[in-house]
């Protein structure tokens, strides 16, 4: 009986593919989008901030609210205007209209009482457009005050109806008004969401990025306000209507104000441009407008900031591993491989920042060369030719920072992949750097990457078999010499907990299995079994993380991979002892009862999935039926292979005369018998 091999040796897609390196061992949140929530800033006046400003003449207009304090920030709004609408009708015979004081004065007894005439707000609209028109000091002057207004939460609400918004970031647009239109913005979007969805639907977002394209605007003591303002306008938007030069324009300009903005700021910017990033079409202009190098030039700038205490070190940590986030994400696609051959200036500085001190600088590294290898030509060139594979295995001796290590093993496992590679990586001081990992009690994803590093250099390669099942020591007479690599992995699988590394344990063994038996037909007998022996002899528990792999239910595929390992381990007499071993497990026994005959003993053995049993029909022709239908089939040819392997293990173990008096008890002696 031959065995079935076409769905058992089927691997997940990273078998064959180069997969995509993401951020190494999460400590912290993803980028943080949240809205406006800056505490410990005041809302923003910019009374002494506009050059057009007569301070002298603000000060009059002012001193009705020295002498009342008390009153909410409306009525002290409505105050003040008065004041400053009395000077512009005295110099400038700007029209207010009849009883306008007492209009404005009717506004403050309305702000007593908790209600709001709407006209009003219109009234001084129109008096603002006469002003402007006017091209009047008094202009600015009333806008500041109108900034301080703003924080008033009945004003708030009142000014996000659909008129307001669209006029106020108008004047964005304004040289005299620009200023004083970002303080009242951030007034009325700090801390209230319904102001900040209300402006982020009528445009504030490509409104600052056009402001930003100004090469005349300053922000000065504005730009916290501006950096908070883009990120929560980035958010959640509509990136369509958005000018080609968004992206480019965001971060020049990060990158101009570099030396003005605090981490929180940055990380800000950060955020901003992530949200521009999930458009196709600015990754592509951040990968061929060579806009990379500003986000890796910001990454080594932050190491410029002194971090007083241990939360400002977290935050400027927390901004590098965004940027390294974002870079992860781009480096993935095929247009950055494209643009960034290995004999690029970028990619050389990533080589060099291998061996940086600054390990959050060999984490992007890691990651990002490890995207870009992830084709064989690409791998073949950074293992031959820069052997790169060298300086990450020295990272991996050295490094006490397990993000570091985690990034490393990913990258090298893409180097891993092509045949040719594995070879040269696999050496015994390779084995002994990567079994190191496995002894100590590590984070269970620098174990499980790892293992999964092991699997890949293991597979197809019979040179590193060889180099696994070495005796960790030489010296005849040392309890080491009897303990090989092999030993160590399979220690881990009984003393961990996480059901993703006994998985990988068990793939490895069966990636053994496999590579030991393709090889027999290119290798002398003797050779080979010297390799079984060794195998065997030396690992009495070899085939536990195998039986583990057919009893767990959750991973078809993985069952199935196991069961076709068991029936390659079973074709040599030392194989056959180890699997009868395992057998002897009623939960392992069952399963194979099952396997074979769809029976279960005594509750032992996994019943038929609710998802493979059969389905009633409903009469339902919908195309959701032809899905299930399909599903359904897959899952049968499935359950017929893994019958048709557990059939070839049970004759192979009969040929090499293992006592099986046990499996002919109850059905499936029976089931043999017929």
């Given at each position: 009986?031959?065995?079935?091999?076409?769905?058992?040796?089927?691997?997940?897609?990273?078998?064959?593919?180069?997969?995509?390196?993401?951020?190494?061992?999460?400590?912290?949140?993803?980028?943080?989008?949240?809205?406006?929530?800056?505490?410990?800033?005041?809302?923003?006046?910019?009374?002494?901030?506009?050059?057009?400003?007569?301070?002298?003449?603000?000060?009059?207009?002012?001193?009705?609210?020295?002498?009342?304090?008390?009153?909410?920030?409306?009525?002290?709004?409505?105050?003040?205007?008065?004041?400053?609408?009395?000077?512009?009708?005295?110099?400038?015979?700007?029209?207010?209209?009849?009883?306008?004081?007492?209009?404005?004065?009717?506004?403050?007894?309305?702000?007593?009482?908790?209600?709001?005439?709407?006209?009003?707000?219109?009234?001084?609209?129109?008096?603002?457009?006469?002003?402007?028109?006017?091209?009047?000091?008094?202009?600015?002057?009333?806008?500041?005050?109108?900034?301080?207004?703003?924080?008033?939460?009945?004003?708030?609400?009142?000014?996000?109806?659909?008129?307001?918004?669209?006029?106020?970031?108008?004047?964005?647009?304004?040289?005299?008004?620009?200023?004083?239109?970002?303080?009242?913005?951030?007034?009325?979007?700090?801390?209230?969401?319904?102001?900040?969805?209300?402006?982020?639907?009528?445009?504030?977002?490509?409104?600052?990025?056009?402001?930003?394209?100004?090469?005349?605007?300053?922000?000065?003591?504005?730009?916290?306000?501006?950096?908070?303002?883009?990120?929560?306008?980035?958010?959640?938007?509509?990136?369509?209507?958005?000018?080609?030069?968004?992206?480019?324009?965001?971060l020049q300009f990060m990158q101009e104000q570099k030396q003005d903005l605090d981490p929180s700021d940055m990380l800000q910017l950060i955020s901003t441009a992530k949200a521009f990033l999930q458009q196709p079409r600015f990754q592509m202009q951040l990968i061929e407008q060579r806009?990379?190098?500003?986000?890796?030039?910001?990454i080594v700038y932050s190491y410029t900031y002194e971090a007083d205490g241990l939360e400002a070190e977290e935050e400027l940590s927390f901004l590098r591993s965004s940027i390294i986030r974002l870079l992860s994400d781009v480096s993935a696609t095929t247009v950055f491989a494209d643009?960034?051959?290995?004999?690029?200036?970028?990619?050389?500085?990533?080589?060099?920042?291998?061996?940086?001190?600054?390990?959050?600088?060999?984490?992007?590294?890691?990651?990002?060369?490890?995207?870009?290898?992830?084709?064989?030509?690409?791998?073949?060139?950074?293992?031959?030719?820069?052997?790169?594979?060298?300086?990450?295995?020295?990272?991996?001796?050295?490094?006490?920072?397990?993000?570091?290590?985690?990034?490393?093993?990913?990258?090298?496992?893409?180097?891993?992949?092509?045949?040719?590679?594995?070879?040269?990586?696999?050496?015994?001081?390779?084995?002994?750097?990567?079994?190191?990992?496995?002894?100590?009690?590590?984070?269970?994803?620098?174990?499980?990457?790892?293992?999964?590093?092991?699997?890949?250099?293991?597979?197809?390669?019979?040179?590193?078999?060889?180099?696994?099942?070495?005796?960790?020591?030489?010296?005849?007479?040392?309890?080491?010499h009897e303990k090989t690599h092999l030993s160590l992995l399979l220690l881990l699988f009984g003393r961990t907990d996480d059901v993703s590394t006994k998985v990988e344990i068990g793939r490895t063994v069966a990636t053994i299995c496999r590579c030991i038996a393709t090889s027999s037909?290119?290798?002398?007998?003797?050779?080979?079994?010297?390799?079984?022996?060794?195998?065997?002899?030396?690992?009495?528990?070899?085939?536990?993380?195998?039986?583990?792999?057919?009893?767990?239910?959750?991973?078809?595929?993985?069952?199935?991979?196991?069961?076709?390992?068991?029936?390659?381990?079973?074709?040599?007499?030392?194989?056959?002892?180890?699997?009868?071993?395992?057998?002897?497990?009623?939960?392992?026994?069952?399963?194979?009862?099952?396997?074979?005959?769809?029976?279960?003993?005594?509750?032992?053995?996994?019943?038929?999935?609710?998802?493979?049993?059969?389905?009633?029909?409903?009469?339902?022709?919908?195309?959701?039926?032809?899905?299930?239908?399909?599903?359904?089939?897959?899952?049968?040819?499935?359950?017929?292979?893994?019958?048709?392997?557990?059939?070839?293990?049970?004759?192979?173990?009969?040929?090499?005369?293992?006592?099986?008096?046990?499996?002919?008890?109850?059905?499936?002696?029976?089931?043999?018998?017929?």
């Open positions: 009986m031959a065995f079935t091999d076409d769905v058992c040796a089927v691997s997940p897609a990273s078998e064959k593919e180069h997969p995509p390196l993401s951020s190494p061992i999460q400590s912290g949140t993803e980028v943080a989008t949240p809205a406006i929530n800056r505490s410990t800033s005041p809302s923003i006046s910019s009374v002494d901030k506009d050059p057009h400003v007569n301070q002298n003449f603000l000060a009059r207009a002012f001193e009705r609210l020295k002498i009342q304090q008390h009153l909410p920030m409306a009525e002290q709004m409505f105050a003040a205007l008065e004041a400053v609408f009395q000077h512009a009708a005295q110099t400038q015979h700007v029209e207010l209209g009849p009883r306008w004081q007492e209009r404005l004065r009717q506004a403050d007894v309305d702000s007593r009482r908790g209600t709001r005439d709407v006209e009003i707000l219109r009234w001084i609209r129109t008096v603002l457009d006469q002003l402007r028109h006017l091209d009047s000091a008094d202009l600015v002057h009333s806008m500041n005050i109108l900034a301080d207004g703003s924080r008033d939460d009945v004003n708030r609400e009142m000014v996000i109806s659909p008129e307001y918004p669209p006029v106020i970031i108008g004047h964005l647009h304004d040289n005299e008004l620009k200023n004083i239109t970002i303080s009242v913005i951030y007034n009325i979007c700090n801390n209230y969401d319904r102001a900040q969805h209300a402006f982020r639907e009528n445009g504030l977002c490509p409104a600052l990025i056009g402001l930003l394209e100004d090469p005349d605007f300053q922000p000065g003591p504005l730009l916290p306000n501006i950096c908070t303002l883009l990120d929560f306008s980035s958010q959640q938007t509509d990136f369509s209507q958005y000018p080609e030069s968004s992206l480019q324009t965001l806009l990379v190098k500003i986000l890796l030039d910001t643009n960034y051959p290995v004999e690029s200036l970028m990619v050389d500085s990533l080589i060099h920042w291998l061996s940086s001190p600054r390990e959050q600088m060999r984490i992007c590294s890691c990651l990002m060369l490890g995207n870009l290898a992830r084709s064989d030509t690409v791998c073949l060139n950074m293992v031959r030719g820069l052997r790169l594979h060298e300086r990450l295995l020295q990272i991996m001796r050295d490094q006490t920072n397990m993000q570091v290590v985690y990034a490393a093993l990913g990258f090298l496992r893409n180097l891993a992949l092509p045949a040719e590679n594995k070879a040269m990586i696999g050496t015994l001081q390779s084995m002994e750097t990567i079994s190191s990992f496995w002894s100590l009690n590590l984070n269970t994803q620098v174990q499980h990457a790892s293992v999964s590093l092991l699997r890949q250099l293991l597979n197809g390669c019979i040179g590193n078999v060889r180099w696994l099942l070495e005796s960790l020591s030489p010296d005849p007479d040392s309890p080491a037909q290119g290798l002398p007998r003797d050779s080979i079994s010297a390799i079984l022996h060794r195998l065997y002899g030396m690992h009495a528990d070899i085939a536990r993380p195998l039986a583990m792999m057919i009893t767990q239910s959750r991973f078809p595929i993985i069952r199935s991979e196991g069961w076709f390992a068991l029936a390659l381990m079973a074709r040599s007499t030392e194989g056959s002892a180890a699997v009868s071993e395992v057998l002897q497990q009623m939960e392992v026994f069952g399963v194979l009862v099952t396997t074979i005959t769809g029976q279960s003993i005594n509750g032992h053995g996994s019943p038929p999935s609710r998802s493979t049993q059969q389905r009633p029909n409903t009469g339902n022709t919908s195309s959701g039926g032809s899905g299930s239908d399909t599903r359904s089939e897959q899952e049968r040819e499935m359950q017929a292979k893994d019958r048709e392997n557990a059939l070839v293990l049970v004759n192979e173990l009969l040929k090499n005369t293992v006592r099986l008096d046990f499996l002919f008890v109850g059905v499936l002696g029976r089931y043999l018998s017929r």
